[in-house]
């Protein structure tokens, strides 16, 4: 029989071990040592971001984003209702009410030509996910923010290495917030970024990320009292964390070659189910691919779960993506009711592919065949 084929398997080039042990033997594996500074300066000096600050996962930059805002009771928040529950929970958590923004029919990002009809005079901020590593519109989503006065906070959990119109995404709002999940495309186990472009939010942020205190100032020789001066939380990771993600840092050249080109493939392979109304990834113009997921949008939720089902069969694990974050037992509630029709409709027809850097010809031919002869006669 043949091999299973995992939907994801994390990357590990060899050297996460030797780099745990080094910060092992430094005698420092808490937070902000060696390993996180390199990490710092690499993603400032090559990425463009005015600052970056490592944090435990995706989720706490955002939560981070959140707290640096004042995002508080009564204040609204725009976030899509096609994403991780993370992008919403975080102003949640903080009092905030959100208003669920619809997809695109073109593919799952935000409908940036419907935003400025959510936007009330309490709305604060609006949190773009660029899905797949896919930019959202950004020149209408920031022309609508600066007209408004709206926080841009990028979403951009799946969006490592991939840019709008030339310019890196997570360097387009004043703050972005990156995942280093075992299922993104560099990995630290649980991880995440906090890329900040306005510096006017540096130092909280630093505050923040440390309890609330000026541990970070003080330790540098910058503040003269180490105390408890603003809210804040442990944000930070461990040099362990750190270590394990420099090793993916330096690879990220080969793994993004590797992962863009197994998702050309697909596309290659797949294109001609277009013809029958299944729906394949689209790049607008102004967006790269930096190989994050490849998803197919079927026909039906009948379809695209008998799909998943065939594909099981056959021993190759595809799955589903979120359920609309407007529907869920915990929000729907509270949702002001309207219709997200394309946010249910990739809810209902979205699947995707194994698509992880070990993943050989051979076993993509596999999905590629098992795909293919789902649709032969359909
Ligand atoms: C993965 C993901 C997150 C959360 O990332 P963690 O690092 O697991 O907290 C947030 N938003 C989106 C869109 C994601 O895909």
């Not at 899509?80 to 009410?97: D, H, I, K, Y």
């Not at 419907?114 to 920031?142: F, K, Q």
């Not at 969006?159 to 917030?177: E, H």
């Not at 359920?323 to 915990?330: I, K």
Request: proline fraction near 4%; charged fraction near 20%; glycine fraction near 8%.
């Amino acid at each position: 029989m043949d091999a299973p084929i995992p939907f994801n398997k994390p990357y590990f080039s060899g050297n996460e071990t030797r780099y745990i042990e080094q910060a092992v033997r430094s005698g420092k594996i808490s937070g902000d040592g060696q390993f996180t500074q390199r990490a710092h300066a690499y993603f400032e000096q090559h990425w463009g971001f005015r600052k970056a600050l490592l944090t435990t996962s995706c989720t706490d930059a955002l939560e981070m984003a959140a707290l640096l805002l004042d995002i508080g009771p009564g204040d609204e928040v725009i976030v899509p209702a096609f994403t991780f529950v993370s992008t919403a929970n975080a102003f949640v958590l903080r009092g905030a009410t959100i208003v669920f923004a619809d997809s695109t029919a073109l593919n799952p990002n935000l409908d940036a030509a419907a935003l400025e009809g959510l936007v009330t005079p309490r709305t604060r901020a609006v949190v773009p996910v660029h899905y797949a590593g896919i930019a959202c519109d950004m020149a209408a989503v920031l022309a609508i923010a600066e007209r408004h006065g709206l926080a841009v906070v990028e979403d951009a959990a799946h969006a490592i290495d991939s840019f709008y119109d030339g310019r890196r995404l997570g360097t387009l709002g004043a703050l972005a917030a990156f995942s280093f999940h075992e299922t993104k495309n560099i990995i630290a186990g649980e991880g995440g970024l906090l890329a900040l472009n306005d510096l006017r939010f540096a130092q909280r942020a630093e505050i923040i990320r440390e309890k609330g205190t000026t541990r970070s100032a003080f330790f540098r020789g910058e503040a003269t009292e180490y105390n408890w001066v603003d809210v804040g939380s442990s944000f930070l990771p461990s040099e362990l964390t750190a270590a394990y993600l420099w090793a993916q840092i330096e690879n990220l050249a080969d793994i993004q070659q590797r992962r863009t080109s197994i998702w050309d493939a697909y596309y290659a392979a797949l294109a001609p189910l277009g013809a029958l109304g299944v729906g394949l990834p689209e790049l607008p113009a102004y967006a790269t691919n930096n190989g994050h997921l490849f998803y197919l949008v079927c026909r039906d939720q009948a379809e695209r779960d008998a799909l998943i089902g065939h594909l099981g069969q056959r021993r190759i694990l595809a799955v589903f993506h979120y359920r609309a974050l407007h529907r869920s037992p915990y929000y729907a509630a509270r949702h002001d009711g309207r219709p997200l029709p394309w946010a249910e409709h990739y809810t209902a027809c979205l699947v995707r592919l194994p698509l992880y850097y070990e993943l050989d010809g051979v076993a993509q031919q596999r999905v590629i065949d098992g795909v293919l002869a789902f649709y032969q006669g359909r």
